[in-house]
């Protein structure tokens, strides 16, 4: 379970994350708070207002301009996201991805910044991001990639539902000569 939980942290990180290939303009950038979307622009009020009906929310310092957000009924320690305000609209939003276990994800996302560190020391920097998932009667699998021309990465989560039951992680480096 704590391997299942880490891998889909790291791919929701790595795929929320990283901004390669064509830019975004900021006035259409949103982002996903349990269900709740929100985006840069949007009026402090109604922000908090939305999220105030599924989550708790903590004001830091004075003044309103920054919030922590947490899971209701959740630790205090734990917060999901950090919104931050200008001028009464919203300039900023955090999601936490990462799992609970910080020492277990360590290593995974170690290896995908590492990963991630070789394309672009090799000047692969206009790459392209995608996301897959299959099902079969014995399997589901989730694939986050990054395509740079003939090399990306792959990174895989299995969870085997039928057999030896259980999830497991990969990250592959692979280079693609096919058209």
Do not use: M, W, Y
């Given at each position: 379970m704590r391997v299942r939980k880490l891998a889909a942290a790291v791919l929701m990180v790595f795929a929320a994350s990283i901004q390669l290939g064509t830019s975004q303009s900021s006035s259409a950038a949103s982002i996903d708070i349990g269900g709740t979307a929100i985006?840069?622009?949007?009026?402090q009020d109604?922000?908090?207002?939305?999220?105030?009906?599924?989550?708790?929310l903590e004001e830091q310092g004075t003044g309103g301009a920054s919030w922590l957000v947490y899971e209701k009924r959740a630790p205090r320690w734990r917060p999901v996201a950090n919104v931050y305000f200008k001028a009464g609209h919203l300039q900023y939003a955090r999601r936490y991805w990462s799992p609970?276990?910080?020492?277990?994800?360590a290593p995974f996302a170690t290896a995908v910044f590492g990963a991630?560190?070789?394309?672009?020391?090799?000047?692969?920097r206009a790459c392209v991001l995608d996301v897959?998932?299959?099902?079969?009667?014995?399997?589901?699998?989730?694939?986050?990639?990054?395509?740079?021309?003939?090399?990306?990465?792959?990174?895989?989560?299995?969870?085997?539902?039928q057999g030896l039951v259980g999830v497991s992680a990969t990250i592959d480096e692979v280079i693609d000569g096919r058209e």
């Open positions: 985006a840069l622009g949007a009026p109604k922000v908090l207002a939305s999220l105030a009906g599924k989550f708790d609970d276990d910080k020492t277990a994800a991630i560190s070789h394309l672009v020391s090799e000047g692969r897959g998932a299959t099902q079969n009667p014995k399997a589901d699998i989730k694939t986050a990639s990054i395509n740079c021309g003939a090399k990306g990465l792959e990174i895989t989560v299995t969870h085997v539902t």
